[in-house]
């Protein structure tokens, strides 16, 4: 992948993070950038290596919301983003990276859940940067965190080998995803953890979809929500009761908040 990216034309930057396997790991001359999933916001939920690669870095970037649950643990210089600059700051990443600084970026959870997206966008900044300097890119390192949907899984008691993950929470057409997401509740009786897109495919816009897709409208449906943090809360309802708080594409349209996970049981 190279130059700008374009979602509805493609390549899908977690398309361009997917499509090659890691190299081997060489102890004495590997220098790779990670990528780092910091779990779902409760630091006791970091693993050890994670905690690692961000304390050893020299630069940290990621979005505001996720450098804020680990700016404590290091003394790296912090890049912080939304999606409006995410480029530029990537971009300075990259070319911090290529002067021979140690570089780490996080994202929430586990990136192999959901945030392929991030990863291929940091890959290819560091990749585009090495091209223009004539020097080898460092391999980028994902490093794997605890998923709120592994959470998510435990308090539901729904184990992951009769679930259905489907992750909406990228950028980009969710056709296929809903439309996978749909089957397994609907035609596979299996249940389904989902992580919804903010704030236009919150809960209650899936609970009506699969209600239109012939789900049984008494499924229970638990919205877990800032999960391992202080004020996490589970809600739990009906499909058809969740079905209620349809509608609408901002914060001030869904009683959740963008730190949730839908859980939807089939009958045990």
């Known amino acids: ?97 290529a002067a021979g600084e140690s570089g780490t970026a996080v994202a929430m959870g586990d990136p192999n859940h959901s945030g392929y997206q991030f990863v291929g966008k940091v890959q290819d900044a560091v990749g585009r940067e090495a091209d223009a300097r004539d020097v080898e890119p460092r391999p980028v390192r994902v490093v794997p965190g605890i998923s709120s949907l592994q959470v998510a899984a435990s308090r539901a008691r729904t184990p992951m080998e009769d679930t259905e993950f489907v992750t909406l929470h990228k950028s980009g057409d969710l056709g296929a995803d809903v439309d996978r997401l749909a089957a397994a509740v609907v035609e596979d009786d299996r249940h ?14 899936l609970a009506e979809l699969l209600l239109e897709r012939g789900a049984d409208p008494d499924l229970e449906a638990l919205v877990c929500e800032k999960l391992t943090h202080e004020d996490e809360r589970i809600h739990r309802f009906t499909l058809a009761e969740l079905s209620e708080h349809a509608g609408g594409s901002g914060r001030e349209d869904t009683p959740f908040s963008d730190l949730v996970v839908l859980v939807v049981r089939q009958p045990v």
């Open 1 to 97: 992948m190279s130059g700008e990216y374009d979602l509805d034309a493609g390549p899908d930057p977690a398309t361009f993070a997917a499509a090659a396997a890691e190299s081997a790991i060489d102890e004495e001359t590997d220098d790779p950038v990670y990528a780092v999933g910091v779990g779902p916001g409760n630091q006791e939920f970091l693993t050890p290596r994670g905690r690692r690669a961000i304390e050893e870095a020299d630069v940290v970037v990621g979005f505001t919301t996720v450098v804020e649950f680990v700016e404590d643990l290091t003394d790296a210089d912090l890049l912080t983003c939304g999606y409006r600059d995410e480029a530029e700051a990537l971009a300075e990443f990259a070319e911090r990276v």
């Open 192 to 205: 389904l953890l989902a992580l919804p897109r903010p704030f236009d495919r919150m809960p209650g816009d």
